[in-house]
């Protein structure tokens, strides 16, 4: 089996390692479905609290009953048992269901988002293209996610992926959580579309502008 299937530089992360069960490492099971630059991965991965917050510790992460196809749909999943861990730094998304997080009320849900813009953007993390919501403090315009950041993957709600024209993600996911180190351009878009918004002709009449309007 090819275990250095994600082809990465030697100076980054340590290789997913083929190290025993990880019955000692804390949290629970949850789903995980992870994109790479060729390969699908599905299993399940152990983690405590959010999916988002494991991924951004940095920190290679216990996974199970993992099996992976190519990411074009050439081939069918097949199981890969030998593989028990993965390093967040070789996944550019990962798609987050409603199961990778733990139960919220809607007042906590609300929490979360207080105080924050919802801007439609398209990012392109090559080979993909993610069309979404982020959810950004006053005064962080969208392209600063291209900036390096304390959070490694930034999450995208009521979201598609795309490689090419072909749609890879599920409808049923909660968000993608898109890893920052892979992203080469954001866009505000028409997120009905996907394209960028048509200025319309004339100045300004003043006010909040579309970029700036919080949901």
Known sequence: MPFDFLRRKKDQAAQPTRDGDRADVP????????????????????????????????????????AWAPI???????????LKSIDPYDLIVVLAGEATQPPLSEAEKAAHKVH??????????????IIGTVFLYPGSE?????????????PVVDAIAYLGDV?????????????RFYLRGVEQVDKRTGERHQK??????????WQDRSR
Not at 72 to 82: I, K, L, M, N
Not at 122 to 129: D, H, K, M, T, Y
């Open 116 to 129: 924050k813009i919802a801007y439609d953007v398209a990012l392109e993390a090559p080979p993909f293209r």
């Open 142 to 154: 969208p392209d600063r996610l291209l900036d390096r950041a304390t959070e490694m993957f930034v």
């Open 200 to 209: 319309l002709p004339g100045a300004p009449l003043g006010g909040v502008s």
């Open 72 to 82: 074009d749909g050439s081939a069918d999943f097949s199981p890969v048992p030998g």
């Open 167 to 179: 749609q890879v993600s599920d409808p049923e996911i909660d968000a993608i959580l898109v890893n």
């Open 27 to 66: 949290g629970k099971l949850v789903p995980f479905d992870g994109l790479t630059e060729e390969w699908r991965l599905r299993g399940r991965m152990q983690i405590e609290g959010r999916l988002s917050d494991a991924l951004n510790k940095r920190e290679a992460l216990a996974m199970s009953d993992v």
